[in-house]
T-cell receptor, first 113, second 114 residues
Framework: DGGITQSPKYLFRKEGQNVTLSCEQN?????MYWYRQDPGQGLRLIYY???????QKGDIAEGYSVSREKKESFPLTVTSAQKNPTAFYLC????????????FGPGTRLLVL | EDQVTQSPEALRLQEGESSSLNCSYT??????LFWYRQDPGKGPEFLFT???AGEEKEKERLKATLTKKESFLHITAPKPEDSATYLC???????????????FGKGTKLSVKP
């Protein structure tokens, strides 16, 4: 089955620690996205990538970093500079950037110890 | 500033009681409007894309419509399994062929009681 997988489902971060969230897709989509979802707020774009080896900052990129070394993979690192990381993180992909529907993965919930 | 507003924030219906959810938008130029369903602790599930005023799309008990200022998600004779949060997002026309990112509303939480 084609789809988007995210791991882990739950992630715990200690103070000062960097953590990496995984996102993999086998849909052969060019574009991939990371969103953050907080209670009572709409989804907010962190980073997006239109093609391998290229990525752009979204609305709330501070404290986050990404890489896109393979078409299938778009990992998100939450760095220690992100002071309020507790949220539900969603990865999405689309056939091409800005043209097609975005499809979402199941999400990763990040909690701070 | 581009903005998407969904109303109501929460809606409680009895099974079989039809109603509508609203998504109003203020954007510089609409490329497309998207509806998603999200269950608790899960990622959003794609429902519909609408591109132009007057367009309608249906799927089972759901029907989405679009005008120049808003979209409605009509739910006919809902069942308890329709309970979820429904998200609306708009994609704005951008200049120079660059990325047209999605702007999401805060969602409407629908509860359908048997």
């Amino acid at each position: 089955d084609g789809g988007i997988t995210q791991s882990p489902k739950y992630l715990f971060r200690k103070e000062g620690q960097n953590v990496t969230l995984s996102c993999e897709q086998n849909l052969n989509h060019d574009a991939m996205y990371w969103y953050r979802q907080d209670p009572g707020q709409g989804l907010r774009l962190i980073y997006y990538s239109q093609i391998v080896n290229d990525f752009q900052k979204g609305d709330i990129a501070e404290g986050y970093s990404v890489s896109r070394e393979k078409k299938e993979s778009f990992p998100l690192t939450v760095t220690s500079a992100q002071k309020n990381p507790t949220a539900f993180y969603l990865c999405a992909s689309s056939i091409v950037a800005g043209e097609e529907t975005q499809y979402f993965g199941p999400g990763t919930r990040l909690l701070v110890l | 500033e581009d903005q998407v507003t969904q109303s109501p924030e929460a809606l409680r219906l009895q099974e079989g009681e039809s109603s509508s959810l609203n998504c109003s938008y203020t954007v510089s130029g609409l490329r497309g409007l998207f509806w998603y369903r999200q269950d608790p602790g899960k990622g959003p599930e794609f429902l519909f894309t609408l591109y132009s005023a007057g367009e309608e799309k249906e799927k089972e008990r759901l029907k989405a419509t679009l005008t120049k200022k808003e979209s409605f998600l009509h739910i006919t004779a809902p069942k308890p399994e329709d309970s979820a949060t429904y998200l609306c997002a708009v994609q704005v026309r951008s200049h120079g062929g660059s990325q047209g990112n999605l702007i999401f509303g805060k969602g409407t939480k629908l509860s359908v009681k048997p």
